[in-house]
């Protein structure tokens, strides 16, 4: 439960002013579907995020060394680093085109623009620190629907009225601590 809920918080606070969200924004506001959006975003997420836990899990497995350990706690510090750095779609990214569907664009979309996203990174590094890829994908993809099923219904009105600097800073934190406690863990302090 442990891994659920922390991966679920983590995701959910780091998605806010993702990239992936505000392609969930433009999405929304061209396609003008929001219930087949957030299908190709449910959709799109899982697979990513199941394939992220999958390689995190077998890294983690492969790798039991206390060195492995050290490495994952500072792969946690180095992505509360990253979480403070604003996302912002690439120029051929505003340029959504729909072809097949509403369901279809999103899922591709969302599919290719997650890899190598901060999202991603964190569910392999959640998976490697846990070692529970069910928990683990489940986790992450309730906080990708959790931040992403509201920009799709509310979209520019979300962002103005929620700090992203405060979500950043909270998601930082969470991966911070997680990343300590991992180091901490890892030289047999607690």
């Known amino acids: 439960m442990e891994a659920f809920l922390s991966s679920t918080a983590?995701?959910?606070l780091a998605e806010i002013g993702d990239?992936?969200?505000?392609?969930?924004?433009?999405?929304?506001?061209?396609?003008?579907?929001?219930?087949?959006?957030?299908?190709?975003?449910?959709?799109?997420?899982?697979?990513?995020?199941?394939?992220?836990?999958?390689?995190?899990?077998?890294?983690a497995g492969l790798l039991e060394a206390p060195w492995f350990r050290i490495a994952v706690a500072l792969g946690f510090i180095a992505m509360?680093?990253?979480?403070?750095?604003?996302?912002?779609?690439?120029?051929?990214e505003h340029s959504v085109r729909q072809r097949g569907g509403a369901f279809l664009t999103t899922l591709v979309s969302f599919f290719l623009v997650?890899?190598?996203?901060?999202?991603?990174?964190?569910?392999?590094?959640?998976?490697?620190?846990?070692?529970?890829?069910?928990?683990?994908?489940?986790?992450?993809?309730?906080?990708?629907m959790i931040a992403n099923a509201p920009a799709v219904f509310l979209g520019e009105a979300l962002?103005?009225?929620i700090s992203l600097n405060a979500t950043r800073l909270a998601a930082a934190s969470l991966f911070l601590v997680l990343g300590l406690w991992q180091l901490a863990s890892a030289f047999g302090w607690l």
């Open 114 to 144: 997650e890899m190598g996203d901060k999202t991603q990174v964190a569910t392999i590094a959640l998976a490697a620190h846990y070692k529970a890829v069910l928990a683990v994908a489940a986790g992450t993809t309730l906080g990708m």
């Open 80 to 92: 509360a680093a990253w979480m403070l750095v604003p996302d912002k779609l690439d120029d051929d």
């Open 159 to 161: 962002v103005k009225r």
């Open 19 to 59: 990239k992936t969200m505000l392609l969930a924004i433009i999405l929304a506001a061209r396609l003008r579907a929001p219930w087949q959006i957030i299908a190709g975003i449910f959709a799109a997420t899982i697979a990513n995020h199941a394939l992220a836990a999958l390689i995190g899990r077998e890294v």
């Open 10 to 12: 983590v995701v959910a």
